[in-house]
């Protein structure tokens, strides 16, 4: 049995004070020892967030990490760092990062594997646009950016991260992917990773982002190869993060 996973991404939205209401409510509504729950914030929160998390059972994550270790990269934030301020996982290749700052598959790979190699969980945001699902092309888009972290690290190496199967048609739109039309796509990746390792592929947790909310999460995560959820929007509003948790 996979644990559930449920992590949420702040985006670049909210401020001091709305995190601080929010993580109070969140680490005092949190009834969940079964899934495991991790929150995002902007780099520049991470230090007030760890700090109000760090009695509690959720976890810290960032939303982005550079693929260089260390040097001359200003505004860069490397994964040594996420490290030194407490954080446990980091999104690799959200789909806004691919497709608003240019990042291919080859980046998003480097940077899969600087923070694997900093002791990191990378959570590895795979996902088609509207265009290619229409052309039918949805798991050769998924396909390909999943090969690009295998060719790099090696199969072995998503062992230690998490899949992310984010439509970006879902993002930000309140249209979710079907609970059919996930659990496709995430069969699909488990089976490619399964073929060349078995054992990763029967462990590998895959979650599901885009327009999840209390409504549709039980739906979604009651399918057999939807290992929870990655939250955006809902993950700002406390009684619906906590909702979502609950159904996973
Ligand atoms: C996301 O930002 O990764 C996301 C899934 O956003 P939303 O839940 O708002 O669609």
């Known amino acids: 049995m996979r644990r559930k996973i449920v992590a949420g991404n702040w985006k670049m939205l909210g401020s001091r004070t709305e995190n601080a209401a929010l993580l109070d409510a969140l680490v005092g509504g949190l009834n969940a020892d079964t899934v495991t729950c991790v929150v995002c914030p902007p780099f520049v929160y991470l230090h007030d967030v760890w700090r109000a998390l760090r009695d509690s059972p959720i976890a810290l994550g960032a939303q982005d990490v550079c693929a260089e270790a260390q040097g001359a990269y200003t505004g860069e934030v490397s994964a040594a760092m996420l490290k030194d301020v407490g954080c446990e996982y980091v999104l690799v290749g959200h789909s806004e990062r691919r497709t608003l700052y240019g990042e291919d598959d080859q980046l998003v790979a480097r940077k899969y594997a600087a923070a694997l ?132």
């Open 117 to 248: 190699g900093r002791g990191l969980i990378p959570i590895l945001c795979l996902g088609e646009q509207l265009a290619e699902r229409e052309a039918g092309q949805s798991t050769q888009v998924v396909g390909r950016q999943l090969a690009a972290v295998v060719n790099l690290c090696g199969v072995q190496a998503l062992a230690g991260g998490v899949l992310a199967y984010e439509p970006v048609w879902a993002i930000g739109t309140g249209r979710n992917a079907s609970p059919e039309q996930a659990q496709a796509i995430h069969a699909f990746l488990r089976e490619q990773v399964g073929q060349q390792d078995a054992k990763i592929g029967a462990g590998l947790r895959i979650l599901y982002g885009g327009s999840v909310k209390a409504g549709n999460a039980r739906e979604l995560f009651d399918m057999p190869d939807v290992d929870g959820g990655l939250i955006g929007g809902a993950s700002l509003k406390s009684d619906e993060f906590l909702a979502i948790v609950a159904a996973a």
